[in-house]
């Protein structure tokens, strides 16, 4: 047993100036220091922070290893002291574990395979393609945010579960609240009740009128019109936050590294290994949370049941012991592997489809605008603060020459 293993006291709510793609300095510090820390949550509960790719993939894997909502009770950033944590409402899969995880997320599997994502290629082609011509139109400079990243998964998802095109917005703007970091409980609570009433009716008009979409798909199962209610809400929040976010962020990234994004100009069969790399390089689903449900060995230390677990997403997939050269994009990269859609019972349902997008839009935006470059310096891009559920930019200011 390793007798004193380093400690982290706090969470980092900021990246160092001029480094917005690595993760937080005192993350890589923790990294070097060994892939288990201790860390003390702000109520006094003893946890642990994993930052080594070995030990947060076996954590992903081990039924030992709870998701389950009602036993987050201890927050890295806030003491809310002595709070009762209710059970995740029916549907909202993410945060349950076996048997009731499966219950949603079988009926889904199905719907989100190779296959069938691959056959929407041809849909995001055209959706992409609107956007592009929309930009060019009102160009020669953007917002890539509002104008690209966002618009796209989010017409994608919506026309996947049958969400009306109008109501795009909607969903667009309380995502966000809720997922953003940035508004007080408060507002994120009327976002979150916002978003659920409007699913609640969606699902009761679903039931009068079908749909060619997933969630009439799901209408002629045993599942009630509340669990449908909290599946949909699960695929609309991850179809669009998180893919949006490596749009942006991804194209950022391209723009800081010239000599990676004049490679995959040249070559388009460097597409899909770029993608990779990004998801690796960038990990904008930065961290997950688990509870110990009995004593775990884990590192060399005693985890202690009921312990809560910080996976540290970002820095696993910058770990030197599994990835050359870590800190480096390399669209080129061999090493594959990453856990940027997790791993385990939890891994990402729709990473499918977050690839097809990625990969017909990258190209498609740097096809289209050979000059693309940033309009403000590269240290005025607002990024979204570590609080966010999902790390990204706020805005991306481009230009091109028209």
């Known amino acids: 047993m390793n007798e004193s293993p380093h400690t982290v006291t706090t969470l980092p709510t900021a990246r160092q100036p001029g480094c ?101 290629t041809e849909r995001v082609e055209q959706v992409t393609a609107e956007h592009l011509d929309a930009m060019e139109e009102a160009g020669p400079s953007a917002d890539l945010v509002t104008a690209f990243a966002r618009p796209i998964p989010a017409v994608i998802i919506c026309e996947l579960l049958g969400v009306p095109y109008e109501d795009r917005g909607f969903f667009q703007e309380n995502i966000d609240k809720f997922l953003g970091g940035e508004v007080g409980d408060e507002e994120l609570m009327a976002a979150y009740i916002a978003t659920q009433q409007y699913l609640a009716e969606l699902v009761v008009a679903k039931r009068a009128n079908p749909t060619d979409d997933v969630l009439s798909d799901l209408l002629d199962s045993d599942l009630t019109d509340e669990e449908l209610q909290g599946m949909a809400l699960i695929l609309l929040s991850a179809g669009f936050d998180t893919t949006a976010n490596m749009l942006a962020l991804g194209t950022f990234a391209l723009l800081r590294n010239p000599a990676q994004l004049a490679a995959l100009r040249a070559d388009p069969g460097l597409t899909d290994g770029a993608v990779e790399e990004l998801l690796r390089y960038l990990s904008v689903a930065k961290q997950f949370h688990r509870v110990a449900l009995e004593d775990v060995e884990l590192g060399g230390q ?69 000059t693309l470059r940033l309009a403000v310096p590269a240290e005025e891009v607002a990024l979204r603060p570590e609080t966010a559920d999902i790390y990204g930019v706020k805005s991306l200011p481009v230009t091109w020459d028209a």
């Open 302 to 370: 005693s985890i202690t049941a009921g312990s809560t677990v910080i996976l540290s997403l970002n820095t696993a997939n910058r770990d030197p012991g599994r990835f050359a050269d870590p800190h480096v994009l390399d669209i080129r990269r061999q090493d594959g592997g990453h856990l940027a859609f997790s791993h385990g019972i939890h891994q990402c349902l729709g990473q499918q489809l977050a690839r097809v997008e990625l990969r017909v839009a990258f190209p498609a935006l740097l096809n289209r605008f050979p």
């Open 20 to 120: 917005p793609f690595d993760p937080p300095k005192e993350l890589i510090e923790a990294r070097e220091h060994g892939p288990i820390s201790r860390f003390p949550f702000p109520d006094g509960h003893q946890g642990w922070l994993i930052t080594g790719y070995d030990l947060v993939r076996s954590v992903l894997a081990d039924s030992r290893f709870s998701s389950r909502k009602e036993l987050m009770r201890h927050h890295p950033l806030i003491d809310y002291g002595d709070i009762e944590v209710p059970p995740a409402p029916p549907g909202e899969f993410l945060l349950m574990d076996e048997p009731r995880h499966g219950r949603y997320r079988k009926p889904l599997v199905g719907k989100f395979t190779v296959r069938r994502m691959r056959l929407l």
